[in-house]
């Protein structure tokens, strides 16, 4: 099963590292990583997807928690969390296609960014489920590229 | 101050006395601060001698082991020393010389990433890129290597940082996050009350002891006193030697691959498993879901990621030990009448009974040895076959008395880490078991031992070849002996004489029976090249993934072993 982990660590050189080494040593299943300061400078937050059984995970948030520069490790996967991804894709388009992806992106609240002579890249953010229907209803049109970001996750505040 | 200066203040003001290692360019600055600070620096002849001599240091005494290196190769030479620390939790300090910031990340002359080099080896590493935060940082490396469970810590300092003027000299401070990191854990009082039931149920229960016992001052003796008044037997891993008495009765000795008979039975009918300190390594438990199948499974230890990684404990607890033992020994301190399973334990075979007198048998010399051990004596090892005999026939009284490496195994540790425990203990009696294998891995030191006048008592359990792995071919490989016969081994004699070592060889029981007492008692280095039957193997043996039960007495079942091997 696929584990949401928020890991608070320092903002130092090598953390990176020093937790991707860790998952490639211990055979650990990184599905994706984001990294990114936090509204401390000091503090970075790493959003890390990783697949595995209750056992796994267990080890997983152990072993990052012996890491000297990780501060917290928290596994949000049964939170209540906004989850968000960022998608840049690069379609084939001719003129008339153009319009029709469009008015199909609007559906989605996701927007053409570029346009070419025979393509437009389109941009879109949510969740995992969004970016995946985003892009099968432009796989008809012929897909060029496709660049995602990992998952940043958030949880929700107490309503 | 210079960063040099600085740094020796720090380490002085941390306790070092002792440091071991080897100059080069990267740490000339501060070699040439050296002899203005109060610090012994012991020239070992191969920086890998270095990390395990401060290894063997902080086995010995629990305080940090610390070592210096210069850039480059020296500092690559370390990395197996602090694996073997690592491994076995063993507080080491290791600080390296880099290239100066400048050079960085040019492949400079002795430019080698010890960073990326040492992560998956050490508990941290840490690189200095400004001399002010020195104090910090050693006293986090200190802090880091001796909190929670120990282990080794990298220290990189480029070499324009020994060399930079401090203009102030800042306080140490520690990361709050750490002070939170390593509390001392706070025992789950519903899981521990838990344990004292299971444990009060329990018709057979059985205790296995490991390194975290050996790592806690005041642990064993309350482990010892528990265990004698429930009557509960005790079995301990290879780094749990020296926390029971092995005279008595309730002790059933070393468990796993090369377990005794008595104490491989006990954990595979035992019906409630105390785990203290122990990490269930492959070499203990054999294959892990065969292992101790009828028990629940307490499992007390300081580190959280042990608990559920090799096997699943009924009941986990996060704790240190001598903080359990003290809880669980006012809830429980009367036998329940484990006569029955006792008596059952009594029935199984003990080790063979060795005739000594003929031949010179491996296991013969270690009960000699055995026999002539006094209350101070630290053991020794390197890594093999002596390694094993030693395990199941030298037992030292005392925790931290018995220094092997254990969870890797490092052909080599033994003589530079038998020149760390000599040097913490000048007084103490220091008996080296090694092989003519390991030895050469390292021998060198020989020159320390020397130089240093060190009355350490190298025992060269000496069969001409790289007898566990020669044991192996004989039992798995179709008695295959590829590449494991010393053909060509140095006169040993000579070469301990070369160093101006006294040496002697031994080929009868008699003479070496004769000769060792004495020995013992010598105030100087002395080398004994005894010439084991070198065919000899170790036994009692449970071939690797095996289940503890299909355990080998001797080697007569061909037929069960080639369908493994
Ligand atoms: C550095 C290293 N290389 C290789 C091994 C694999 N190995 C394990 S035991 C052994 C043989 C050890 O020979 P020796 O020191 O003579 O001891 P003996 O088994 O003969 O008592 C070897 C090669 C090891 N443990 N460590």
């Known amino acids: 099963m696929k584990h949401t982990l928020a890991v608070l660590v320092e903002n130092h050189p090598g953390v990176l590292q020093r937790v991707s080494g860790l998952f490639a040593r211990r055979g650990y299943n990184i599905i994706s990583l984001v990294v990114s300061e936090t509204e401390d400078s000091s503090i970075s937050r790493m959003t890390i997807v990783v697949d595995g059984d209750e056992r796994i995970i267990e080890q997983v948030t152990k072993q990052l928690n012996k890491l000297i520069d990780v501060i917290k490790v928290q596994d949000v996967t049964n939170e209540d969390t906004v989850d968000r991804q960022l998608l840049l894709v690069r379609v084939n388009a001719d003129n008339p296609a153009k319009a029709e992806i469009a008015q199909l992106m609007d559906i989605f609240r996701a927007r053409i960014v570029d346009i070419g002579r025979k393509s437009v890249i389109v941009e879109a953010t949510g969740d995992e489920e969004k970016i995946e229907a985003i892009i099968r209803s432009l796989q008809p049109f012929g897909i060029q590229e496709i660049v995602k970001t990992g998952i940043c996750s958030m949880v929700r505040g107490p309503k | ?565």
């Open chain 2, 1 to 565: 101050m210079l960063g040099a200066e600085l740094l020796l203040k720090c380490l002085e003001e941390q306790g070092v006395d002792l440091v071991f290692g080897l100059p080069g360019g990267a740490v000339l600055p501060l070699y040439d601060v050296l002899r203005k600070s109060k610090i012994k620096h012991i020239l070992t002849k191969h920086e890998q001698g270095a990390v395990h001599a401060a290894d063997g240091y902080a086995r010995a005494t629990g305080k940090v082991g610390v070592c210096f290196s210069t850039s480059g190769p020296g500092a690559t030479n370390l990395v197996t020393g602090l694996a073997t620390a690592r491994m076995d939790s063993s507080p080491v300090i290791a600080i390296t010389g880099q290239a100066a910031s400048p050079f960085l990340g040019k492949d400079s002359f002795q430019e080698a990433d010890m960073i990326g080099l040492s992560l998956p080896v050490t508990k941290h590493s840490y690189q200095i890129r400004d001399a002010h935060d020195i104090p910090s940082i050693v006293a986090e490396a200190f802090f880091i290597a001796t909190q929670g469970r120990p282990g080794p810590v990298l220290i990189d300092i480029p070499k324009d940082v020994f060399t930079q003027k401090v203009t102030e000299i800042k306080k140490p401070v520690i990361r709050k996050s750490l002070l939170v990191k390593f509390k001392k854990p706070q025992m789950d009082m519903k899981l521990a009350n838990m344990a004292v039931e299971v444990l009060k149920k329990a018709k057979r229960p059985l205790i296995l002891a490991g390194g975290g016992v050996n790592q806690v001052a005041g642990a064993s003796e309350l482990l010892q006193e528990f265990a004698q008044k429930n009557e509960i037997p005790v079995v301990q891993t290879l780094m749990g030697k020296g926390i029971f008495p092995a005279k008595h009765p309730l002790f059933l000795g070393m468990v796993g691959m090369h377990g005794t008979f008595k104490a491989n039975w006990a954990v595979q009918n035992c019906d409630c498993l105390l785990a203290i300190g122990v990490r269930f390594d492959d070499r203990v438990t054999g294959s892990v879901e065969d292992f101790a199948p009828l028990a629940k499974v307490i499992h007390v230890d300081i580190d959280p990621s042990e608990h559920n990684k090799n096997r699943v404990a009924d009941i986990p607890l996060v704790a240190d030990c001598k903080d359990f033992l003290k809880f669980i020994s006012e809830k429980l301190w009367a036998s329940k009448g484990n006569k029955e399973w006792l008596r059952q334990i009594g029935l199984q075979s003990d080790l063979p009974k060795i005739d000594a007198g003929r031949s010179l048998e491996p296991e013969g010399v270690m009960e000699l040895v055995n026999s002539l051990l006094d209350e101070d004596t630290i053991v020794v090892t390197d890594v093999g076959q002596h390694q094993m005999w030693a395990a199941l026939y030298v037992h030292p009284s005392k925790p931290r008395s018995f220094i092997t490496s254990g969870g890797l195994g490092t052909m080599g540790f033994g003589l530079p880490a038998a020149i760390g425990a000599q040097m913490a203990y000048p007084e103490k009696r220091v008996i080296l078991i090694t092989g003519d294998g390991s030895l050469q891995m390292n021998l060198q030191e020989f020159a320390v031992v020397k130089q240093w006048n060190l009355p350490i008592k190298i025992l060269l359990i000496n069969n001409g070849s790289l007898g566990m792995v020669r044991q192996w071919q004989e039992l798995f490989f179709q008695k295959n002996y590829a590449e494991s016969i010393l053909e060509v081994g140095p006169d040993w004699i000579k070469l301990a004489e070369a160093y101006g070592i006294k040496a002697k060889t031994f080929d009868g029981f008699k003479e070496l029976e004769d000769a060792l007492g004495s020995t013992f008692n010598d105030r100087e280095p002395c080398f004994l090249d005894i010439k084991v039957n070198p065919m000899a193997n170790v036994f009692p043996m449970v071939p690797a993934g095996c289940s503890l039960d299909q355990i080998w007495g001797s080697w007569k079942n061909e037929a069960h072993a080639s369908s493994i091997g």
